[in-house]
């Protein structure tokens, strides 16, 4: 029995957004209606991608360990808090439903492990994992969403997809800095203050990302922002005072959790997988043309 694994002198975690891999791997061949169904009548598409994206990025960071976290349904605490939360979400595509459970299952072959937990986002299961894990490895996240760029750190590197395989911007803080002109932290109130459509929220009503910049790097937070509400013009005075109690709903929405009670000890994490059992459920799936990013 041959095992794959991948060494390195310093260990690195990476944390895979799961479903964030999964619905952009999907909808990059669904909107040519290439779902790639197999003999058994199930499409593997987005399977296809999400293993074509993790692996390549293992590839290009090399990390001693890695592990994927899920969403756990549509009802967390956050909906529980405002009832409009992702509300504007459609239903997914039929012909991505069986593949919520398969790719899970895609992950297990790899000996990877899935982690989520009911109530709470991957983004909470990712945010708590990567910072009980700092002190003992670096940290990459693997994403599309920007919301995770608030977890980064010394220690946390947040690694966003674009478009393609393998191209990836990478941000620590010197980055993101440079990037947006604010800390990562301030990220959970620049999204406060500018709400999230995606996400249903509203923030305050005409302020953009380049005012809540602005605003943010004036005045450090919202609290701050709030203090100094004479010195604003008019018309962000105004707005603001319009939606306080939006503002102050929305950065709890926006905040990611990092104390929810899940864990991923590094042990149960370490990247290494049986060759054979990797290949049985290839072939389960009917997948091919990934053999060359396991070498």
């Known amino acids: 029995m041959e095992l794959n694994r991948i060494d390195n002198e310093k260990s690195s975690l990476m944390l895979v957004d799961g479903m964030a891999l999964l619905f ?3 909808y990059a061949t669904s909107v040519t209606r290439q779902f790639m169904i197999n003999s058994k009548g199930m499409p593997t598409n987005a399977i296809q991608g999400f293993l074509k994206h993790m692996l390549t990025a293992v590839n290009h960071f090399k990390p001693s360990h890695i592990a994927v976290c899920w969403d756990m349904g549509s009802k967390t605490f956050r909906t529980e808090m405002f009832e409009e939360y ?3 979400r459609p239903d997914a595509p039929v012909e991505l439903i069986p593949q919520f459970e398969a790719v899970k299952k895609a992950v297990e072959a790899f000996d990877i492990p899935n982690i989520g937990l009911s ?23 693997l994403t599309g969403d920007q919301d995770l760029l608030q977890l980064i ?18 941000h620590d803080p010197e980055t993101f800095f ?3 002109g604010i800390s990562p932290q301030q990220m959970i109130d620049l999204k406060a203050l500018m709400g999230d459509p995606s996400d249903n929220y509203p923030g305050v009503k005409g302020i953009g990302e380049k005012t809540a910049l602005k605003l943010l790097q004036a005045y ?27 503002l102050h709903l929305s950065r709890k929405l926006a905040e990611i959790k990092c104390d929810v009670p899940v864990a991923c000890p590094l042990d149960t994490a370490k990247f290494e997988y049986d060759s054979d059992r990797v290949s049985k459920m290839l072939n389960e799936f009917e997948i091919k043309g990934l053999q060359r990013l396991m070498a």
């Open 178 to 180: 440079e990037w947006k």
């Open 24 to 26: 952009r791997a999907f």
């Open 220 to 246: 450090e937070n919202i609290e701050g922002i709030l203090e100094n509400l004479v010195s604003l013009t008019r018309v962000q005075r105004e707005r603001i005072e319009a939606a306080v109690e939006m």
């Open 153 to 170: 750190e010394e220690n946390i590197s947040v690694v966003l997809l674009k478009k393609g395989f393998g191209n990836y911007e990478v």
């Open 86 to 88: 992702k509300a504007n």
């Open 119 to 141: 109530g709470f986002e991957a983004d909470d299961c990712i945010g708590t994992i990567a910072k009980d894990a700092v002190e003992s490895s670096h940290v990459y996240v």
